[in-house]
């Protein structure tokens, strides 16, 4: 019966276990390339290969000041600060015409009366609520695809070009079909989001599917696994740090796609909200939505930046 292995790729098991049994052991080019990837035992007994940049991380951990969070934080403020200072001394000296520049106290009086109608709420709502929808399916489809081309010459041989050539039709030529195609309801709204946020995941994990270590593969193999198995345990680990990279790419594809989808003859979100504010020469507004789309996008990402730390905890 195979016998599992610790963290640090020696064998452990009951004592007097016969290592030299079929299949115990990982192949000595497997077991001898400690850099390239570890065997870890699971409670079933089964083993996973942890790719090393899943381990530590895909970096060291910064030192000094650099590796304090309240200093961290603050230094990502800097910028912001400074430009909304600037911003500021640029329209309170009459430097730009009100009328093309608002100040940052015209903008907040806008959100404010917004605010107070009841309809920056529910701009922000429907906007998220179709950004994370359209992320998630799309999201969910590249990383299947993408398996299935990383995974499979046929597969890249089939899929690729078709893709390929998919992935370099603008956004907004899109806009037409759908419309046709599926209205003008959420439904064409939500999948020109899918396709935004489709092929940054599909791209990454192909593309490190393909450069996985074979030996970590071999590695796996010899302990039974197969299939959807392999791909869970020792694949999908492996390009985790490429699929995080790619979620992030995503989420930031579905926030730029969402101004275009709320080009659909839609009443509420702010790609509506920027649009409408256009045509009114609301330029207060404008700024608004562009400064909510920002936080929104930031505030995602850090909560996928959250998510990856969790899965890089859970395959360390």
Known sequence: M?????????????????????????????????????????????????????????????????????????????????????????????????????????????????????????????????????????????????????????????????LAALRAVPSLAWVPLLILWLKIGEESKVTLIVIGAFFPVYTTVAAALRHVDPQLVEAGRSFGLRGLALFRTVQLPAVLPSLVAGLRLALAQSWLFLVAAELIASSMGLGWLLTDSQQNGRVDRILLAIVLLALLGTLTNGLVGLAEKRLLRRWA
């Open 2 to 162: 195979p016998q599992p292995f610790d963290p640090r790729g020696t064998q452990v098991g009951a004592a007097g276990a016969d290592a030299s049994a079929p299949g115990a052991a990982v192949t000595g080019a497997a077991a001898g390339n400690a850099a390239a990837g570890t065997v870890v035992a699971s409670e079933a007994g089964t083993s996973a290969v942890a790719h090393p940049a899943v381990r530590r991380g895909g970096q060291n951990p910064p030192r000094g000041l650099l590796g304090r969070r309240w200093a961290v934080v603050t230094l990502g403020l800097v910028l912001p600060v400074l430009a909304l200072a600037v911003w500021q001394a640029v329209t309170a000296s009459g430097l730009v015409p009100a009328y093309q520049l608002p100040g940052p106290g015209a903008v907040w009086d806008a959100a404010t009366d917004l605010l107070g109608r009841g309809e920056l709420g529910r701009h922000v709502a429907i906007s998220t609520q179709r950004v994370l929808l359209g992320f998630s399916i799309g999201a969910l489809a590249g990383l299947a695809v993408g398996a299935v081309v990383g995974l499979s010459r046929l597969g890249d041989v089939l899929l690729t070009p078709t």
